[in-house]
């Protein structure tokens, strides 16, 4: 029994920062912007979040405001993404791949006095628990029960359509970018601040993707993200749980995040998932085409 | 009259090379229908964009009762009370009739739900018959084209702008959608009717003003007007009206379909036992709303989907299931989306037109390919079809609609073809393109082809086929010989009615 309460609160520990990411991904996706940015997002605000707390001195009031600075850097990156895929209407994959890249690599290069730094002082985790499982909440509501969630989801269905209308789709889409940047940041904070507590390169581990896998396998539904994440915390927890207990090499344990995503895609794909894309997802914006 | 609702003045519009309007005056005033004619590329649509905010005039002003004003966008085309139906609906699919009307102007919480009553008022007060719960991606063509209409008058529409509204209607549905417009009329709101079809403009309309070449050639009360007399303003020369075929010579059975059953994509039933038979010299009409099956039977027929059950033979011999097998034994397809699936948008004229026998000599020489076969190839078609194009190098999709069919037809009908499937091959063209489709398709059934003609047009049909069948839910009804069943009765078994 105490097994199974421990490896509960073990997933739960594992998910928050996978719901936060993927609820940021489901945000971005939802007004047909796909960012694969995640990771890279994580990174720099895992990194950005620990420098603030860590450079400034031990206090808790400068932990929050450490959360603040992971979340700013997420967006700003996000915003890169933003410019290069809404305003100069390049291809969605290649630049998310590329902020990816960019991010881990900027941020392992100016991480690196951070290496092995301990934080004496760390935010309790259960706010961005509770946190994290009210924002799927709020971003439900949002979509299906507000005039701003209605016009969000209308940019990723059918942009021309909500554009004819007065929405401003560029402007929607940059807010929205920004906002799941934010929430990538905001996760990577997560595990530099509160998870370890502390800064290592390549921490995120993975997470970002997994996150950005899991947007398909709950079919961008922010209320099924919060199962989704759970379930593959709880993964997560078994993962690490076995690799002491079986001879099995260590590098199979580390490989299964990866293994993982694949196999979260194949099981979106044999429930049909894909079907429930936004139409309009990976398609620049340019006014008057069709 | 009073004064006009709406009123264009001098309207000029030039893009590179082009005048798409020049000089154009209109005016529409309250409780009238005008109608607005003329040929692809006369400048119709330019004038839309005008009105609705997409273009900004050169020279020119608009008024609206009396007051000038300027469009920079379709929501101040909106605001100013001008209202555009868009003949291809710019609704999201996902969600409800109410979510896309609440768009943009719902109330901060609960948008969709609050905006019912409001929809039911107004689809009431005008016989328009929607259904705010249902979601937008199960409408018909003609239940979408209410949700626009609705949602224009959500808005404040005084000005209403039909753009080839019954294009996708069946007789019926049009009939229903011209009732909503006199109840508009009454209502005291201006409409401004655009459709290819005579018949139904000298029906509905009050005045017509015909465009030619981005010019006003005329604009005259309708009971001035008369079929051939449009016509003739819109294309600048006499158009017959007459059935267009003559004298079939019927050869023997060339396709056979027994039985057919086939799956769509979605893994539904789309044809359900579908048994019919189409001679050599033949043009078999099938009639149906788009998504009743004529998808999935063409499709069959060359060679793009398995079948279900049931046998296809194709003069006596049972149907290969292979495109480039079935066009090597003489079955041309003119499929119906011209641009993607008809071309390679992005390759020249000269490569689309030998897409069909480019691995054979002379284009093939062992494993190269033989550029002068392609461009002898090419300037022969093009001088044949009277393609209108800047050069046989230039891509496709740079060529206008009528243009890009003629090179399909072109490429497929090079050769003698056996079987030809012609899906909705005159969509979209203007009178003077559309003759000289149906021309060469005649002229190809004297040869001795056979034509499967699928269209929604059923003037089309009834003016070239020898016998209509309908495609009613994967069903078929029919063939009826052509003289022995009227227009009202294929649109009744369109819908799923008896004859």
């Known amino acids: 029994m105490e097994e199974i309460l421990n490896a509960l609160a073990r997933a739960l520990s594992f998910g928050t920062p996978l719901l936060i990411a993927c609820l940021g991904a489901i945000l971005n996706e939802r007004v ?3 960012n694969l940015g995640v990771e890279g997002m994580m990174a720099l605000g895992a990194l950005a979040g620990f420098a603030l707390a860590f450079g400034s001195g031990v206090g808790d009031g400068n932990l929050w405001l450490a959360v603040l600075a992971a979340m700013l850097a997420g967006a700003l990156a996000a915003l890169v993404h933003g410019f290069v895929t809404i305003t100069l209407r390049a291809n969605q994959f290649v630049s998310g791949l590329a902020l990816t890249m960019l991010g881990l690599g900027a941020a392992g290069l100016l991480g690196k006095r951070f290496e092995g730094q301990p934080l004496f002082n760390q935010p309790p985790e259960w706010p961005f628990t509770l946190g994290a499982i009210g924002l799927a909440l709020l971003l439900a509501f949002v979509f299906y029960a507000t005039k701003i969630g209605l016009s969000l989801r209308s940019v990723g269905e059918n942009p021309a359509a909500a554009d004819l209308l007065g929405i401003n789709v560029l402007g929607v889409r940059y807010a929205a970018v920004a906002v799941g940047g934010a929430l990538a940041g905001l996760a990577g904070a997560y595990l530099s601040l509160v998870y370890r507590p502390s800064w290592t390169d390549g921490m995120t581990a993975g997470l970002g993707w997994i996150a950005v896998a899991l947007v398909i396998f709950v079919g961008w539904s922010p209320l099924r993200a919060i199962f989704g994440a759970v379930f593959f915390g709880l993964l997560y927890y078994l993962q690490f749980r076995l690799q002491g207990q079986s001879g099995v090499p260590s590098e ?39 | 009259m009073g004064e006009p609702l709406l009123r264009l003045q001098n309207i000029t519009k030039r893009f590179p090379g082009v005048v798409a309007n020049d000089s154009v005056s209109l005016e529409v005033y309250p409780g009238e229908v005008l109608a ?55 609704l999201v699919g996902r969600h409800t009739v109410a979510e896309n009307l609440a768009l943009g102007i719902g109330t901060p919480l609960l948008p969709a739900r609050r905006i019912v009553p409001l929809i039911e008022r107004i689809a009431q007060g005008y016989g328009l018959h929607i259904d705010p719960k249902a979601p937008v991606h199960q409408l018909s063509p ?21 753009d080839e509204p019954t294009s996708v209607l069946t007789p019926q549905e049009a009939e229903a959608l011209f009732q909503v417009m006199r109840e508009l009329k009454a209502a005291g709101k201006s409409l401004i009717f655009i459709s290819h079809k005579l018949e139904e403009v ?14 006003v050639v005329s604009s005259l009360p309708t009971p001035e007007a008369s079929k051939t007399k449009l016509a003739q303003m819109m294309v600048g020369r006499s158009v017959s009206f007459e059935r267009k075929r003559a004298n079939p010579q019927m050869g023997e059975v060339l396709l056979r379909v027994e039985d057919l059953q086939v799956r769509s994509g979605r ?16 043009i078999l009409g099938i009639a149906g709303v788009a998504g009743n099956g004529q998808s999935e039977l063409v499709e069959v027929l060359a060679g793009l989907r398995k079948m279900e ?20 034994q003489g079955v041309a397809h003119i499929p ?10 992005s390759m020249s004229v000269a490569e689309n037109l030998a897409l069909r026998t480019f691995h054979q000599a002379p284009f093939a020489r062992g494993f190269l390919s033989n550029p002068a076969a392609y461009a002898a190839n090419a300037e022969a078609r093009v001088k044949e079809y009277a393609v209108a194009t800047p050069s046989i190098h230039t891509p496709s999709r740079l060529l206008s609609g009528g243009n890009i069919q003629k090179v399909i037809l072109a490429r497929e009908l090079a050769g003698q073809p056996r079987l030809i499937l012609a899906v909705h091959p005159t969509y979209g063209l203007d009178i003077g393109a559309t003759e000289q489709v149906h021309r060469v398709l005649l002229e190809k059934t004297y040869q001795g082809a056979g034509v499967l003609l699928v269209s929604e047009d059923l003037e089309e049909l009834l003016s070239l086929s020898d016998r209509i069948a309908v495609l009613y839910q994967g069903r078929l009804r029919g063939p009826y010989p052509v003289g022995q069943i009227s227009r009202e009765q294929v649109g009744l078994l369109m819908t799923g009615g008896e004859a």
Do not use: W
């Open chain 2, 142 to 162: 003609g239940e979408k084209q209410r949700v626009e209409i609705v949602r224009a008058l959500l808005r404040g529409a005084k000005v209403l702008i039909l």
């Open chain 2, 202 to 215: 000298l029906a509905i309309a009050d005045r017509c003003t015909v465009l030619r070449r981005g010019r």
């Open chain 1, 252 to 290: 199979v344990f580390a490989s299964l995040p990866y293994l993982l995503v694949i196999l979260v895609l194949a099981l979106s794909g044999l429930r049909g998932q894909q079907g429930n894309a936004p139409e309009a997802l990976g398609k620049p914006y340019r006014r008057g085409e069709r």
């Open chain 2, 309 to 328: 059950g049931g046998m296809v033979r194709l003069a006596g011999q049972p149907l290969v299931a292979n495109p480039a097998r079935l066009f090597a």
């Open chain 2, 336 to 345: 119906e989306d011209r641009i993607h699936m008809g071309t390679v948008p």
């Open chain 2, 267 to 282: 893994n539904l039933p789309a044809l359900r036992g579908v048994s019919f038979e189409l001679c050599a010299g033949e």
């Open chain 1, 32 to 34: 047909g912007v796909v």
């Open chain 2, 36 to 90: 607005l004619l003329g040929e692809n590329g006369a400048g119709k649509s330019t004038l839309i964009s005008i009105l609705y905010g997409l273009y900004r005039p050169d020279e020119g002003e608009i008024f609206i009762e009396g007051r000038p004003v300027k469009i920079a966008s379709p929501l101040d085309a909106l605001r100013l009370g001008i209202g555009l139906v868009p003949q291809h609906p710019t």
